[in-house]
């Protein structure tokens, strides 16, 4: 029977392997007990290789890893400094091998071999063949199986099976893919397309290593190792970002996969930096209850910040949130963690350039770095300087080419869980007033993850324009203004409920959630109530995620759905408070008709919570209707912004104005204005009572002072931010951008 590794030596496959002489003993005889700090001592170190490779290896995940007497006796020199550590070091490709002869190893073999065959061919023959196959591998041949992709297209002739053609192509980036957590309760596995051959060789090399599987994490979710840092035995950190998702961490905690009491998720909403693209990059446990962590993403005032959720187990499978939006540095104090400040200037000479042994055993890239460190009281250790002949950036090629497995410390395992009490839960409809509030100090945002031009709402979103700048740079700029204004809302003491959206849910909106949901308090409708809304457009329909749904509807005692209308025969729409100003207090709802407001669903709607509509025609200077009501109007307590001259009908126009006189200042702004988002500004309020009206660096600049003036009269102070990139791409404003909770 022919085989591909008979031809193996073809032009386009250019790797031969030879055996390991790395590997310090058997991997058979090695029992990797699950840890739980980063700073528990190495037991083994896991590599791949470099030595095996007899000529060049193109680029990898992490870095070029093209053999080369540098390259090779970097390798060397990490080796040698790891086993003078005490540390044990051992191949991947020698642990899977030790398992010839051992039940199931063929069976592994056979999954490596990727079969397409006719459909006249049975899949019982297929699984002969391939078994076959394998009984007549050599050494070499098994080594080859092991590390690359094949696929095979196997032809029938004659009743036997025969190879008509394969392909094979090396899997460079075993360990550098980082598809894998360690956590305390085993091995969880990302079995994603892009890495499913990688998982399937890495699950069978750590389920040698005696760490079990305990979860597949299916796609399209994903989870980078370089994003997991166990601290203790109660907690662990997970980064989300550019390589892990939030769904992902959600679904880890469903299933208890994480194995600690607490586990502290680590959002980077703001920064996305591709330079510091995962936690690893900017933070590392390097002694007993200290960190070292970069400077640049420190601080509630700073642009980049990292913010933290944390979420404590409830029970065996249950996990609530517990904390949220706490700023990193603050996070790590709180917890008793000792921080030293990992300065700009070494960052970009060296990256992140320490290897933790265990227990304060630091390997550096340079005497800068171990002066820094050690000059630290908090920190209680060692640090060795090896540079790795001068190349800085070994730490993270070989840090991706090989992965520490530990021991638990003494001290780790003595380790009491605290019992916890929540200190702190999503204020979900928080109003203490006993009568209803115009204003809100509660608000739910979505971080403009996957920004972009969405061009179906587009066809009457008319304040929407097109830029030159790319989807990469759009999006880093969309969540650079998201940042500030987040930033100037907490500043100011109003409270934000912060969620993020990924690229693969497809909703280039999603920053905009105030068009899908509406809540309301027990003083405004005499009962907690949600509400959810018919969108006009698909994308905008994927906003109304099943996590956010889930979470409002168990906070809120009542629940009224009109998105039916969506799927009607003859589908219409109302967009939440995009379309209906409301004045909470005197129960009236404002909304200019258009594709997006459908009068028959707000009659209903008023009439479920107690409303009374004003309905008018609004216009813009090119006489086309306005999409929606709110970039031409917003009520607060005493003042209501509205651009009057938009509504074209004298009899509307004049209703309108009698009935908001009755109880509040009118700020009239032109058509000109309302492009200039003016009329998308919200009033907000702190829990001390203070009032403010929130809009856009854009909008504060276009009101007249005399305006302005008027505004302050009735709130303490206007909070503007420039966003011009979601006001641009997006078509929205300030108001859009916010979700009021009451």
Avoid at 41 to 62: F, G, K, M, N
Avoid at 112 to 134: D, G, H, I, M
Avoid at 276 to 297: F, Q
Avoid at 595 to 604: E, F, L, N, V
Wanted: glycine share 4%; charged share 25%.
């Amino acid at each position: 029977m022919s085989s591909p590794f008979d031809h193996f030596t073809r032009s386009e496959s250019r790797l031969s392997w030879a055996p390991s002489s790395r590997s310090a003993a058997p991997a058979s005889d090695f029992n990797c007990p699950n840890w739980f700090s980063e700073n528990d001592p190495a037991h083994v170190i896991l590599t791949y290789d470099i030595h095996r490779l007899t000529s060049a290896i193109s680029t990898c995940s992490y870095g070029n890893l093209s053999k080369s007497t540098h390259k090779t006796g970097a390798y060397d020199l990490f080796i040698e400094s790891v086993k003078k550590h005490g540390v044990r070091v051992v191949d991947l490709v020698d642990v899977i091998l030790s398992a010839k002869g051992t039940d199931g190893f063929n069976d592994f073999l056979s999954e490596r071999l990727n079969c397409v065959y006719p459909e006249t061919v049975s899949y019982q023959e297929v699984k002969a063949f391939k078994s076959a196959l394998v009984a007549g591998m050599s050494p070499e041949q098994i080594q080859k199986a092991v590390t690359h992709q094949i696929t095979i297209k196997v032809k029938k002739e004659e009743g036997a099976l025969q190879i008509e053609e394969f392909s094979i192509s090396p899997l460079l980036d075993l360990l550098a893919a980082r598809v894998q957590l360690c956590t305390p309760k085993g091995l969880v596995l990302v079995l994603s397309e892009k890495y499913k051959n990688q998982a399937q060789v890495l699950e069978y090399c750590f389920n040698r290593l005696g760490l079990p599987t305990v979860l597949h994490l299916p796609d399209p979710l994903h989870l980078s190792g370089t994003d997991y840092i166990p601290a203790r035995k109660d907690l662990c950190f997970i980064g989300t970002g550019l390589l892990s998702d939030e769904a992902s961490t959600r679904y880890v905690m469903s299933k208890d996969g994480f194995g600690t009491a607490r586990v502290a998720v680590v959002r980077d909403l703001f920064d996305r930096n591709p330079e510091r693209p995962s936690l690893d990059s900017v933070m590392k446990i390097i002694s007993k209850d200290c960190v070292i962590v970069l400077e640049d993403i420190l601080g509630y005032d700073n642009i980049n910040r990292r913010l933290v959720n944390e979420y404590v187990r409830e029970d065996a499978k249950k996990y609530s949130l517990n904390r949220m939006n706490i700023e990193l540095e603050d996070y790590l104090t709180r917890e008793g963690f000792q921080i030293i400040k990992f300065p700009h200037a070494l960052y970009k000479k060296y990256g992140m350039g320490i290897y933790n042994l265990g227990e304060g055993d630091l390997l550096v890239a340079h005497t800068e770095l171990k002066e820094h460190i050690e000059k630290h009281p908090q920190f209680q250790g060692k640090v060795e300087v090896v540079s790795f002949q001068g190349d800085y950036s070994a730490y993270s090629w070989i840090g991706s080419c090989s992965l520490i497995f530990r021991r638990p410390s003494d001290d780790m395992l003595a380790q009491q869980v605290k019992e916890f009490i929540p200190r702190e839960v999503v204020p979900w409809g928080t109003q203490p007033s006993e009568t209803p509030l115009q204003s809100t100090d509660t608000i739910l945002m979505v971080a403009p993850v996957g920004f972009q031009t969405n061009a179906e709402t587009a066809m009457d979103n008319y304040f929407m324009k097109k830029t030159a700048h790319t989807p990469a740079e759009i999006e880093r700029m969309a969540l650079q203004e998201f940042s500030s204004l987040t930033r100037a809302f907490a500043a100011e003491g109003i409270r934000i409920v912060l969620y993020s959206s990924e690229k693969w849910h497809q909703t280039p909106d999603a920053v905009f959630p105030n068009n899908w949901f509406s809540t309301h308090s027990t003083p405004e409708v005499k009962e907690p109530t949600v509400v959810f809304y018919p969108m006009k457009t698909p994308s905008r329909r994927n906003e109304r995620r099943q996590n956010i749904v889930s979470e409002l509807q168990a906070a809120y005692a009542r629940e009224h759905s009109f998105v039916q209308w969506e799927t009607a025969d003859f589908p219409h729409f109302l967009e939440s408070t995009g379309v209906l100003i409301k004045d909470r207090v005197r129960k009236i709802a404002y909304a200019a008709l258009s594709q997006r407001c459908y009068s028959k669903i707000a009659t209903t709607w008023a009439e479920k919570l107690g409303y009374r509509m004003v309905f008018f025609r609004a216009s813009d200077l090119q006489g086309r209707p306005i999409y929606h009501t709110n970039v031409m109007m917003s009520v607060g307590t005493s003042v209501a912004v509205v651009c009057l001259e938009s509504i074209e009908n004298l009899e509307e126009r004049k209703n309108l104005v009698d009935v908001l006189s009755q109880s509040h200042e009118i700020v009239p702004i032109t058509r000109e204005q309302t492009n200039e988002f003016c009329g998308n500004v919200l009033e907000v309020r702190n829990a001390k009572g203070q009032k403010f009206m929130a809009m856009s660096s854009r909008a504060y600049d276009a009101f007249t002072e005399e305006q302005r003036a008027s505004i302050l009269k009735h709130v303490d102070k206007i909070i503007h931010t420039p966003i011009p990139i979601i006001e641009t791409i997006g078509g929205g404003g300030v108001r859009c951008m916010m979700g009021e909770i009451f």
